[in-house]
């Protein structure tokens, strides 16, 4: 968001004003470390991997057999007393069973439990690429607003000069009274924005901190914008790699499968599972006795649950169907947005370094010359001042724009998460 700036003229300094801060060959290793950081702490990400594990750990259980069931019994023969050992009828009972679910039920469970870990390890990869673009997006909006709270710094000790100025009019019985009333409005107003700025510096270095699980208070290097090197603008997108390489389709797209593979497993339930057991029956003195069984499910509700759960699965198919087509739509449409965006951004920050900056500062020079010497009006020289202060702060968000969306073009999500540089992150 470009803030609204009263930077208004001065006397003095017009070397300073086109000075330009040294390039600063650490500042891309201070992003560096912050996205380390966030990669080896933020909890978010760490949640992300958690999930992963854990639908690793489903896949072994979805093809495991049920658990055998082991009884046990005891039968006796008639009400009187206890007959073990005098009557055949009465016996002990010591069996176990196991089901076996219809051939290809397991086969289809495991693969729908290694669909739902490959879509979570896609979301990790989402969620990775999300935390590094919104570390990459709170830097560079921190620069900005360092950069605005220099540009306001610099205005400030150029109204100081000009308060000077106009007092020493004053006290000479030249006409400056309003000059200088006008002069100490606009540095008081200054001292607000100065004020304004810089408490958003703090508000972003603490969330930069916490996006990189460091302390709230944590200072961050960096304060030259310009420093940071442009973002190259790319060629035409490669549609089928893009479409390919993007974890939301990747995890998309095993949701899919996941539900064709549930859809299959569905159609496959109507298919009766097999119990088969064995018993063992001691009869005290007597001769024990033995069995064998064998049972199968019979799918007697099939119009109230197999059939309706090959329903939810087709319909749940088809809906994925649908979405993965949007998605990809989507995504194809925004990045050639994003490519021209950037190509607009780069071009206006061309426009900037190329003259708008040197014709804005050229300008205010003249003007102050002009005001020096006598032949120019206060009045003229804050319009230039001020004009040129714009112009810088101009400059500033289109290269914080030009970063962002370069940003966005390398996250390759559908959601528009950064067209404002500061929303939330992960």
Do not use: C
């Not at 009557?87 to 469970?109: D, E, I, M, N």
């Not at 693969?111 to 870990?117: K, R, S, T």
């Not at 018993?279 to 499910?297: D, E, K, L, T």
């Not at 020289?381 to 370069?406: F, M, N, V, W």
Request: glycine share 8%.
């Amino acid at each position: 968001m470009r803030m609204p700036m009263r930077l208004v003229p001065a006397l003095l300094l017009a070397g300073a004003l086109q000075a330009q801060a040294p390039a600063n060959p650490n500042l891309s290793s201070h992003l560096d470390k912050l996205i380390q950081d966030a990669l080896s702490a933020n909890p978010k990400l760490k949640e992300a991997q958690a999930a992963l594990d854990a639908e690793r750990a489903k896949v072994p259980q979805a093809g495991a057999l049920p658990d055998p069931m082991v009884t046990l019994g005891y039968q006796n023969d008639g009400f009187s007393g206890l007959t073990y050992g005098r009557s055949s009828f009465a016996f002990g009972q010591v069996g176990v069973s196991q089901t076996f679910p219809y051939p290809g039920k397991r086969g289809l469970r495991t693969q729908i439990a290694q669909a739902g870990l490959a879509a979570a390890d896609a979301a990790l990869e989402r969620t990775r690429r999300d935390l590094v673009a919104s570390v990459k997006r709170g830097f560079v909006e921190l620069l900005r607003l360092r950069g605005q709270r220099e540009l306001l710094e610099k205005q400030a000790t150029l109204w100081d000069q000009v308060i000077l100025a106009t007092r020493a009019k004053v006290e000479a019985g030249t006409d400056g009274t309003t000059d200088l009333l006008r002069a100490q409005l606009e540095r008081t107003r200054l001292s607000q924005q100065v004020a304004e700025v810089e408490g958003r510096i703090i508000g972003q270095t603490s969330d930069l901190n916490r996006l990189a699980g460091r302390e709230a208070g944590t200072p961050i290097e960096g304060s030259d914008l310009e420093a940071l090197p442009l973002p190259a603008l790319p060629g035409e997108p490669d549609t089928a790699r893009l479409l390919a390489e993007s974890p939301e389709l990747s995890e998309a797209r095993h949701h899919l499968l996941h539900f064709q593979q549930q859809l299959d497993l569905a159609k496959l339930d109507s298919r009766p599972d097999f119990t088969v057991g064995a018993a063992y029956m001691p009869q005290g003195s007597m001769p024990g006795m033995w069995s064998v069984s064998v049972g199968f499910s019979v799918p007697l509700w099939s119009g109230r649950k197999q059939k309706q759960a090959v329903a939810q699965a087709r319909a749940e198919s088809e809906g994925e169907g649908y979405r993965i087509r949007d998605l990809e739509q989507r995504l194809t449409a925004l990045t050639h947005a994003r490519i021209a965006r950037l190509r607009s951004d780069l071009e206006v920050t061309k426009l900037y370094q190329d003259g708008l900056l040197a014709t804005s500062d050229a300008a205010f020079r003249a003007a102050l010359a002009q005001f020096a010497a006598g032949s120019g009006s206060f009045r003229q020289t804050l319009e230039a001042l001020s004009d040129r202060s714009k112009d810088r702060s101009g400059y500033l968000d289109a290269l914080a724009q030009a970063h962002a969306d370069a940003i966005e073009l390398e996250r390759a999500a559908v959601d528009e998460s950064s067209n404002a540089m500061k929303e939330g992150a992960p």
